[in-house]
């Protein structure tokens, strides 16, 4: 096999992983957030707000990925009445879902985290006089973060793998070039070069996680 | 006029009574000692007294101004002002494990006092010293023994120039070793004429340090006096028998 040859599949393909690579970008940045706020939600004193909350994880996390992509960008479109406004562009759609559907399971992440933490950190600093929000920022929150970061790593891996599923919604993404150039070319090679890839990017984040929880290391 | 006033203070949890018609009162510079077998109510009592626990009925006036009257909390502004006045050392110490032993100790005078680095940045040391800690500041928690992280969290509550102290069994988690120097510093404090209130098995310091003690079962006060009256000779069969289980253990 000729090096120009294996730059004519490569190439595509790191085409295609750019956009696996904003898709993953862009939900994990939102949807760590966005589960929080979620968290908070359901925690709230406000029972509506809770109940909408806990609903809201429980039909994401309930349902396959798959149906909430498909729902998203072929689904709304088709809603009677307000169907029309919700054309969005497929990258678009998809990314939404991915969002809502990770930002459940980090809210069930950090819910985990907060029930860890252990009340006498509440109580000394209401006895110090730190305000809720103080606290929750500057004592609660650090803690949080430290004890949810490996679970959090190891759905940011599952992400990465997930964003495979734009395949289904037709939405060219890494997999998408390499399944192309099989069938193109009949050769098995572009299935490896996909796997090295997505290995690759799960490396990169496993070197930054493990940074990380060293680095916030306190026990 | 009394530092802290307590009167008939009632609390249950469910149909559970757990205080019972509390009364008593605090001068300044005095240190009490609380004793009782455990389930007596009194680390309830103490944490009521800075609204960790809310009270059912009954007041709590401190340095003349109401927390509670007749079971009504005044408002969040006031309880807030009244609880600046008052540090509390808990049993499991409840530092912040990601910060360090002096960041510990900053975090508040930064955030609720507003004050300037200049200022709580040499408290913060003289206080550690005080302890004899000083070496440790930059470590964090996890790194002390536990006789260590009392310390600091003693140096913390003071941090905050508190006019009284509340200790809620600050060496029940400490094995004697420890519970010694916890103790040597609690004494210097009350030889400096801190005000304390302290919760404790430890018939010695109650004995030797404390101006006060009151012997509480049940959610009562069963007896209440000076360290000769309660612990070398009480009246109260309740009393003697406490005593006569803690001083043989």
């Given at each position: 096999?000729?090096y120009?040859?294996?730059?004519?599949?490569?190439i595509?393909?790191?085409?295609?992983?750019?956009?696996?690579?904003?898709?993953?970008?862009?939900?994990?940045?939102?949807?760590?957030?966005?589960?929080?706020?979620?968290?908070?939600?359901?925690?709230?004193s406000?029972?509506?707000?809770s109940?909408?909350?806990?609903?809201?994880?429980y039909?994401m996390?309930?349902t396959?990925?798959?149906?909430?992509?498909?729902?998203?960008?072929?689904?709304l479109?088709l809603?009677?009445?307000?169907?029309?406004?919700?054309?969005?562009?497929?990258?678009?759609?998809?990314?939404?879902?991915?969002?809502?559907?990770?930002?459940?399971?980090?809210?069930?992440?950090?819910?985990?985290?907060?029930?860890?933490?252990?009340?006498?950190?509440y109580?000394?600093?209401?006895?110090?006089?730190l305000?809720k929000?103080q606290?929750?920022?500057?004592?609660?929150?650090?803690?949080m973060f430290r004890?949810?970061?490996?679970?959090?790593?190891?759905?940011?891996?599952?992400?990465?793998?997930?964003?495979a599923?734009?395949?289904?919604?037709?939405?060219?993404?890494?997999?998408?070039?390499?399944?192309t150039?099989?069938?193109?070319?009949?050769?098995?090679?572009p299935?490896?070069?996909?796997a090295?890839?997505?290995?690759?990017?799960?490396?990169?984040?496993?070197?930054?996680?493990k940074?990380?929880?060293r680095?916030?290391?306190?026990? | 006029?009394?530092?802290?006033e307590?009167?008939n203070?009632?609390?249950?949890?469910?149909?559970?009574?757990?205080?019972?018609?509390?009364?008593?009162d605090?001068?300044?510079?005095?240190?009490?000692?609380?004793?009782?077998?455990?389930?007596?109510?009194?680390?309830?009592?103490?944490?009521?007294?800075?609204?960790?626990e809310?009270?059912?009925?009954?007041s709590?006036?401190?340095?003349?101004?109401?927390?509670?009257?007749?079971g009504?909390?005044?408002?969040?502004?006031?309880?807030?002002?009244?609880?600046?006045?008052?540090?509390?050392?808990?049993q499991?110490?409840n530092?912040?494990?990601?910060?360090?032993v002096?960041?510990?100790?900053e975090?508040?005078p930064k955030?609720?006092?507003?004050?300037?680095?200049e200022?709580?940045?040499?408290?913060?040391?003289?206080?550690?010293?005080?302890?004899?800690?000083?070496?440790?500041a930059?470590?964090?928690p996890?790194?002390?023994s536990?006789?260590?992280?009392?310390r600091?969290?003693?140096?913390?509550?003071?941090?905050?120039?508190?006019?009284?102290?509340?200790?809620?069994?600050?060496t029940?988690?400490?094995?004697?070793?420890?519970?010694?120097?916890?103790?040597?510093?609690?004494?210097?404090?009350?030889?400096?004429h801190?005000?304390?209130?302290?919760?404790?098995?430890?018939m010695?310091?109650?004995s030797?340090?404390?101006?006060?003690?009151?012997?509480m079962?049940?959610g009562?006060?069963?007896?209440?006096?000076?360290?000769?009256?309660?612990?070398?000779?009480?009246k109260e069969?309740?009393?003697?028998?406490?005593?006569?289980?803690?001083?043989?253990?």
């Amino acid at each position: 096999m000729s090096y120009e040859y294996f730059m004519s599949m490569l190439i595509p393909m790191l085409e295609g992983a750019k956009a696996t690579v904003l898709l993953f970008v862009i939900a994990i940045v939102l949807s760590i957030p966005l589960g929080f706020l979620l968290t908070l939600a359901v925690r709230s004193s406000i029972k509506p707000i809770s109940y909408l909350a806990q609903t809201f994880i429980y039909v994401m996390r309930g349902t396959p990925l798959l149906l909430q992509l498909l729902f998203f960008v072929f689904g709304l479109p088709l809603l009677p009445v307000i169907g029309e406004y919700l054309v969005l562009d497929r990258f678009v759609a998809a990314t939404l879902a991915f969002i809502l559907n990770y930002s459940a399971y980090f809210a069930e992440i950090f819910r985990g985290g907060l029930i860890s933490i252990d009340k006498g950190q509440y109580e000394a600093a209401q006895v110090l006089g730190l305000s809720k929000w103080q606290t929750t920022v500057r004592v609660i929150l650090p803690q949080m973060f430290r004890v949810t970061l490996p679970p959090i790593a190891n759905e940011s891996v599952s992400l990465v793998k997930d964003t495979a599923l734009l395949y289904a919604v037709a939405v060219p993404e890494l997999l998408h070039y390499a399944q192309t150039v099989v069938n193109r070319d009949f050769t098995i090679i572009p299935f490896f070069i996909a796997a090295g890839i997505y290995l690759l990017i799960a490396f990169g984040l496993t070197v930054v996680f493990k940074y990380l929880e060293r680095k916030l290391q306190y026990e | 006029m009394s530092f802290i006033e307590v009167r008939n203070l009632q609390k249950s949890f469910g149909p559970l009574e757990v205080l019972k018609d509390i009364s008593f009162d605090v001068q300044k510079n005095d240190v009490m000692a609380i004793i009782g077998p455990s389930g007596s109510g009194k680390s309830t009592m103490l944490r009521s007294l800075i609204k960790l626990e809310q009270v059912g009925g009954g007041s709590i006036i401190v340095d003349g101004d109401y927390l509670v009257k007749d079971g009504i909390y005044t408002n969040p502004t006031d309880s807030k002002m009244i609880n600046s006045k008052m540090g509390m050392v808990f049993q499991q110490f409840n530092l912040f494990p990601h910060l360090t032993v002096k960041q510990n100790l900053e975090l508040a005078p930064k955030l609720v006092k507003k004050e300037k680095t200049e200022d709580y940045g040499h408290r913060s040391i003289e206080l550690l010293e005080k302890v004899g800690l000083a070496s440790k500041a930059n470590e964090l928690p996890s790194r002390l023994s536990g006789g260590q992280k009392q310390r600091v969290a003693i140096a913390r509550a003071l941090m905050m120039n508190p006019d009284i102290l509340l200790f809620d069994e600050p060496t029940s988690a400490l094995d004697p070793q420890l519970t010694k120097e916890v103790l040597e510093v609690m004494k210097n404090l009350a030889e400096e004429h801190m005000t304390m209130i302290v919760v404790t098995h430890e018939m010695e310091f109650a004995s030797n340090v404390a101006n006060h003690v009151i012997f509480m079962d049940d959610g009562k006060i069963v007896e209440a006096g000076t360290p000769d009256e309660v612990i070398k000779s009480p009246k109260e069969l309740r009393t003697k028998r406490f005593l006569n289980y803690e001083l043989n253990k």
